[in-house]
Each structure stands twice: as structure tokens, then as C-alpha cells.
């Protein structure tokens, strides 16, 4: 196994075990499929793993581990790059495959609005989603090279844009979260990544 492979069964099985409850046949496959979907550049397999890595870093911060964990899985499940539906659509999924799995209809509410929380239109009331949230972002303070690589794969992404209209949309995005009294509501990300990611949005703006 890759250390991906390991670090996806793992955590599939932590997760899955935390709930109490077996993941419907065939569910992990298709998930791993949708992230290796060609149209995705940088909501991938990678992103997907460097997620759970800062999960399993965090996860004894969590009220509710393993719900955050599935959400994790879940939150860009569907990816369609000219949709704007697609964390509704994720959230969906997730819960119909807790509700395929047993558990209860409050439980699939509370994953499907810890997903939802990643559009972030909004500061999450709850500490579970500015958790994931914060893990979600964790990319905006990787090292240079890893954000200089994530800014090409965003680019990709959204090679169908014209150039001018992609550079005034994502100066936008990334004046919004520059513009936060702070990017990391959780004292353990910002603490370590916030100054980090203020030099990272500086500097991409700046190019």
C-alpha cells in the first residue's frame, strides 16, 4: 500500500467504527473515484489525504470525531467545476449513505451541515465545524511550494475561465480572506498557520 492507501483504510475504519456502524458495499470505492474524477486539479486524492492527516493531528479536539471525519470524506464528494451546488450535493450524498447505513436522521443532519459549512459564506457556530472548516483551509498556510502548487491546480481547475475574469475572481477570494480579522477560527491552526497564510495570499496577489 501507498502511504495514501494506508492513511484512507485507516481512517475509513476509524471513522465507520467511531459511528458504530458499517459503510454501505461499495461506498469507499466510489468515493475514492469521485476525488480521481479527470475535471479535478486540485480537489483530489491529495486533498482528501492532506485533509485527514490534519484530521488525525486535531481529532482529540473534536466533540464528535468521527461525524467530522465522514464529513471530511464527504465535503467535495461532488465536484463539478461550473456548478454551485456541489457542497449541497455532497452533503446530500453523505447523508443518504448514513441513512443507508443505519444511523439515525439527526446524525446525517449534523454531517450534512458540517459539509455545508465548507462553502464559507460564514463563521460556523459550532466548534466541530470551525474545526473542519479550519482543516479545510489548512492549504492557504502549507509551505511556499505546496501553496505555489495549489494555486496552479486551482488555476486548472478553472482553465475554461479566461485569464483577465480568473484574475479579478480569485484577487476576490483571496482579498476575502485576507481581509478576516482572522483566516483560522481554531486556537491550534491559527497558531500555526495563520501568518503563514497572510504571506502565502500576499504573495499570490501580488503575481
Same mark, same amino acid.
Given at each position: 500500500?501507498?502511504?495514501? @492507501? ?34 479535478? *486539479? ?57 441513512? @443507508? ?11 450534512? @451541515? ?65 481581509? *478576516? ?16 497564510? *497572510? ?9
Amino acid at each position: 500500500m501507498t502511504n495514501s @492507501e494506508t492513511l484512507f483504510e485507516r481512517s475509513w475504519q476509524r471513522a465507520w467504527q467511531g459511528l458504530g456502524a458499517t459503510p454501505p458495499a461499495g461506498l469507499l470505492p466510489a468515493l475514492l473515484a469521485a476525488y480521481a474524477e479527470p475535471q479535478r *486539479r486540485y480537489h483530489t486524492q491529495q486533498h482528501l489525504a492532506e485533509c485527514l492527516v490534519h484530521f488525525e493531528a486535531v481529532q482529540n479536539q473534536a466533540q464528535r470525531p468521527a461525524e467530522l471525519e465522514l464529513a471530511l470524506w464527504f465535503h467535495d464528494a461532488v465536484y463539478d467545476v461550473k456548478a454551485k451546488d456541489n457542497e449541497l450535493r455532497s452533503a446530500q450524498w453523505a447523508a443518504q449513505a448514513l441513512g @443507508e447505513a443505519g444511523l439515525t436522521e439527526s446524525l446525517g443532519g449534523r454531517v450534512h @451541515e458540517l459539509i455545508m459549512a465548507t462553502r464559507h459564506e460564514a463563521l460556523p457556530e459550532h466548534d466541530d465545524a470551525r474545526l473542519l472548516v479550519d482543516i479545510d483551509l489548512a492549504i492557504l498556510g502549507a509551505d511556499p511550494e505546496r501553496f505555489a502548487e495549489y494555486d496552479t491546480q486551482v488555476r486548472a481547475e478553472y482553465a475554461w475561465v479566461p485569464w483577465p475574469i480568473y484574475g479579478i475572481k480569485r484577487r476576490q477570494v483571496l482579498q476575502g480572506f485576507l481581509q *478576516r480579522s482572522a483566516i483560522y477560527a481554531t486556537p491550534y491552526f491559527h497558531t500555526r498557520l495563520e501568518q503563514q497564510a *497572510r504571506t502565502n495570499l500576499r504573495r499570490s496577489m501580488a503575481s
